[in-house]
């Protein structure tokens, strides 16, 4: 039998990129957003964040390949553990807001599914508002992964495959029947191509220079992930050449095909028209999108009314299956996978005992526990806020959107620091000049920073200012713990020792 390890091939990285980075429901939102003037932006994030920043995590991974922390070991060298510890449970605080957004949002599927349209917003019980129902669904949906999770029933995540398999297809079928529809009406689009479609948003809310520019946040949002990728540098063929060329190619691909997608939207789907209602949320976007588009296929080949909304129902049904077994894949992953790793990969002194505890299962089941209470309250203080369903999953898709990106700032802020490590082994570099590797970074660190920032003054400008506080608050909160939760344990540590 032979011991030689197989090592992974360019074709190979590029598939595992294309997987980790390329998200269907990232084009929808995007064309809702911002329509075909959401192109630049996602090329612009493709240049100057995905590519040099993968490059980054590559180095930090190579070098901590056998660290078992993670982002907080990278932090830890670079930084020192303080900042680790806080930039790491802002990390860790990203997957919280992630589930308090998708245990509300895991429901528009459901319902898809179920009925072939997205129902969630007539759904009253008890004189609780639409809302208010799907908030104490999502509180039901978190409990019930984390009572699962924690017994160690993590093979249900294998339906994470399942549902990436079955978003490719989905991604395809978009293309193929956008396609039909485009050559059916003789090259005629939905929503018309002009210069001024591609720089100006027909979305009210993204029409002020601050709101454009906050829209950088959703783009790198969608290219965000590859932080995870650094762990495979040390099982490539010749690393050197193959993972910056992997992560080009990979760039050059993801990028067109946001691009073409976005654009392939405007075929079947006028904005104003379709987008315009308040029906239409951020929530439901895809499922929407989806069922437009059967219903115009069924216009362009000339089929009855009735045909032509059957087949916007199957493709809203089989939208909404795709997404329903992706989100519950990586529920019962991220439930436990994030929280596993931080804790156990960080200094055991500075947790309580009771929360590093390992149950029989192999989960820390007590502190998914209190991660379930935390994710529970704020889904509850978000639904019963008395917001409308639209503003609801704009509040949950801003939060994710900050909360993901502000871990960024800690990685990539701290990369100087880590190339002034001279007793590290680095088998992979690709950032050897100091003065160009500091105005690499300092550019990433600019473009992540103002994203956040507008992204954060934007609905202050509009005077929205709910959106505004929930918006920022996560990063601050959980940035706000992480310091105070360091400092006494640091303090209590010392006294022991003492």
């Given at each position: 039998?032979?011991?030689?390890?197989?090592?992974i091939?360019?074709?190979?990285?590029?598939?595992?990129?294309?997987?980790?980075?390329?998200?269907?429901?990232?084009?929808?939102?995007a064309?809702?957003?911002?329509?075909?003037?959401?192109?630049?932006w996602?090329i612009?994030?493709?240049?100057?964040?995905?590519?040099?920043?993968?490059?980054?995590?590559?180095?930090?991974?190579s070098?901590?390949?056998?660290?078992?922390?993670?982002?907080?070991?990278?932090?830890?060298?670079?930084?020192?553990?303080?900042?680790?510890?806080?930039?790491?449970?802002?990390?860790?605080?990203?997957?919280?807001?992630?589930?308090?957004?998708?245990?509300?949002?895991?429901?528009?599927?459901?319902?898809?599914?179920?009925?072939?349209?997205?129902?969630?917003?007539?759904?009253?019980?008890?004189?609780?508002?639409?809302?208010?129902?799907?908030?104490?669904?999502?509180?039901?949906?978190?409990?019930?992964?984390?009572?699962?999770a924690?017994?160690?029933?993590?093979?249900?995540?294998?339906?994470a495959?399942?549902g990436?398999?079955?978003?490719?297809?989905?991604?395809?079928?978009?293309?193929?029947l956008?396609?039909?529809?485009?050559?059916a009406?003789h090259?005629?689009?939905?929503?018309?191509i002009?210069?001024?479609?591609?720089?100006?948003?027909?979305?009210?809310?993204?029409?002020?220079?601050?709101?454009?520019i906050?829209?950088?946040?959703?783009?790198?949002?969608?290219?965000?992930?590859?932080?995870?990728?650094?762990?495979?540098?040390?099982?490539?063929?010749?690393p050197?050449?193959?993972?910056?060329?992997?992560?080009?190619?990979?760039?050059?691909?993801v990028?067109?095909?946001?691009?073409?997608?976005?654009?392939?939207?405007?075929?079947?789907?006028?904005?104003?028209?379709?987008?315009?209602?308040?029906?239409?949320?951020?929530?439901?976007?895809?499922?929407?999108?989806?069922?437009?588009?059967?219903?115009?296929?069924?216009?362009a080949?000339?089929?009855?009314?009735?045909?032509?909304?059957?087949?916007?129902?199957i493709?809203?049904?089989?939208?909404?299956?795709?997404m329903?077994?992706?989100?519950?894949?990586?529920?019962?992953?991220?439930?436990y996978?994030?929280?596993?790793?931080?804790?156990?990969?960080?200094?055991?002194?500075?947790?309580?005992?009771?929360?590093?505890?390992?149950n029989?299962?192999?989960m820390?089941?007590?502190?998914?526990?209190?991660?379930?209470?935390?994710?529970?309250?704020?889904?509850f203080?978000?639904?019963?806020?008395?917001?409308?369903?639209?503003?609801?999953?704009?509040?949950?898709?801003?939060?994710a959107?900050?909360?993901?990106?502000?871990?960024?700032?800690?990685?990539?802020?701290?990369?100087?620091?880590?190339?002034?490590?001279?007793?590290?082994?680095?088998?992979?570099?690709i950032?050897?000049?100091?003065?160009?590797?500091?105005?690499?970074v300092a550019v990433?660190?600019?473009?992540?920073?103002?994203?956040?920032?507008?992204?954060?003054l934007?609905?202050?400008?509009?005077h929205?200012?709910?959106?505004?506080?929930w918006?920022?608050?996560g990063?601050?909160?959980?940035?706000?713990?992480?310091?105070?939760?360091?400092?006494?344990?640091?303090?209590?540590?010392?006294?022991q020792?003492?």
């Amino acid at each position: 039998m032979s011991n030689v390890k197989k090592k992974i091939t360019l074709v190979g990285l590029i598939l595992m990129i294309f997987t980790e980075t390329f998200g269907f429901a990232n084009t929808t939102v995007a064309y809702d957003q911002m329509g075909y003037a959401s192109i630049i932006w996602y090329i612009l994030a493709a240049i100057l964040f995905f590519l040099p920043s993968s490059m980054m995590f590559a180095e930090y991974g190579s070098a901590l390949k056998n660290a078992k922390g993670g982002i907080y070991s990278w932090l830890k060298v670079s930084i020192g553990e303080r900042l680790a510890f806080i930039g790491t449970f802002i990390w860790l605080s990203a997957w919280i807001i992630w589930m308090v957004s998708t245990a509300s949002k895991v429901w528009i599927p459901m319902s898809s599914l179920v009925f072939g349209a997205d129902k969630t917003q007539t759904w009253r019980f008890l004189g609780l508002s639409s809302t208010e129902v799907v908030g104490i669904l999502g509180i039901a949906w978190i409990i019930f992964v984390t009572i699962l999770a924690s017994n160690g029933i993590d093979k249900i995540s294998k339906v994470a495959s399942i549902g990436g398999t079955f978003v490719m297809i989905l991604s395809g079928l978009f293309i193929v029947l956008s396609l039909v529809v485009w050559a059916a009406n003789h090259g005629v689009m939905a929503q018309p191509i002009h210069a001024s479609a591609f720089i100006k948003s027909p979305n009210p809310l993204f029409q002020s220079p601050i709101a454009l520019i906050s829209f950088v946040i959703y783009a790198i949002f969608a290219y965000g992930g590859m932080e995870t990728m650094s762990g495979v540098v040390d099982s490539l063929d010749k690393p050197e050449r193959t993972f910056p060329l992997g992560i080009s190619i990979a760039m050059v691909v993801v990028m067109i095909l946001y691009s073409l997608m976005i654009l392939l939207w405007g075929v079947s789907t006028n904005w104003h028209q379709v987008l315009g209602g308040k029906t239409v949320n951020l929530g439901n976007i895809s499922y929407v999108l989806m069922g437009n588009l059967g219903i115009q296929m069924g216009k362009a080949l000339g089929t009855s009314h009735a045909t032509a909304v059957l087949i916007g129902n199957i493709l809203t049904r089989f939208t909404g299956l795709s997404m329903f077994l992706a989100y519950c894949g990586s529920f019962f992953v991220v439930i436990y996978s994030p929280i596993k790793s931080f804790i156990l990969g960080s200094n055991p002194d500075l947790w309580p005992k009771s929360l590093t505890k390992i149950n029989d299962h192999g989960m820390p089941s007590n502190a998914m526990r209190l991660q379930a209470i935390v994710v529970c309250i704020i889904i509850f203080l978000v639904a019963f806020g008395g917001n409308a369903a639209q503003r609801f999953y704009q509040i949950l898709t801003n939060m994710a959107n900050v909360a993901t990106t502000t871990p960024y700032l800690f990685l990539v802020g701290a990369f100087p620091a880590f190339k002034k490590r001279a007793d590290l082994k680095r088998p992979f570099e690709i950032y050897k000049n100091k003065v160009l590797t500091n105005i690499i970074v300092a550019v990433v660190f600019l473009v992540i920073a103002f994203g956040i920032i507008f992204t954060c003054l934007s609905p202050i400008l509009q005077h929205d200012y709910q959106t505004a506080f929930w918006t920022i608050i996560g990063p601050i909160f959980f940035g706000g713990v992480a310091w105070i939760f360091y400092e006494v344990n640091t303090r209590r540590n010392r006294k022991q020792k003492k």
